[in-house]
């Protein structure tokens, strides 16, 4: 069974830095795409920023260059990582990690068929 567990939420002000951390217990396969979603209060979850077992990142249009998603292994776990620079007061939400099994669209895919962490909160203040 995937297991995800989101790590380094936190209140910042806003132009200041927070790097989440998920650490999973996946296989390649269920593994094959990473991300993390954001969910704000009254709003639909969005997908973030997603990298593929190859490496291949994508990001929402409103976090590119400022957010930088990565990924390591160690000891048998998967590391995802979300580095968030500049930060805005419309970027509170709670954050996900999520992984899924391959899908050329991998933000559809883990919305569809992804296993999810619980959540990390965010809250930037102006």
């Known amino acids: 069974q995937v297991q995800l567990v989101e790590s380094g939420g936190g209140s910042v002000q806003a132009g200041g830095s927070l790097r989440l951390s998920c650490s999973a217990s996946a296989d390649p396969y269920t593994s094959a795409c990473m991300g993390w979603f954001r969910q704000a209060l009254g709003k639909e979850r969005e997908g973030v920023a997603a990298?593929?077992?190859?490496?291949?990142?994508?990001?929402a249009d409103s976090v590119k260059g400022r957010f930088t998603i990565s990924k390591d292994n160690a000891n048998n776990t998967l590391y995802l990582y979300l580095q968030m620079d500049s930060l805005k007061p419309e970027d509170t939400a709670m954050y996900y990690c999520?992984?899924?099994?391959?899908?050329?669209?991998?933000?559809?895919?883990?919305?569809?068929?992804?296993?999810w962490g619980q959540g990390t909160q965010v809250t930037v203040s102006s």
């Open positions: 999520a992984a899924s099994q391959w899908h050329p669209d991998c933000f559809r895919m883990m919305a569809v068929r992804g296993y």
């Open positions: 990298i593929s077992r190859t490496g291949l990142t994508s990001y």
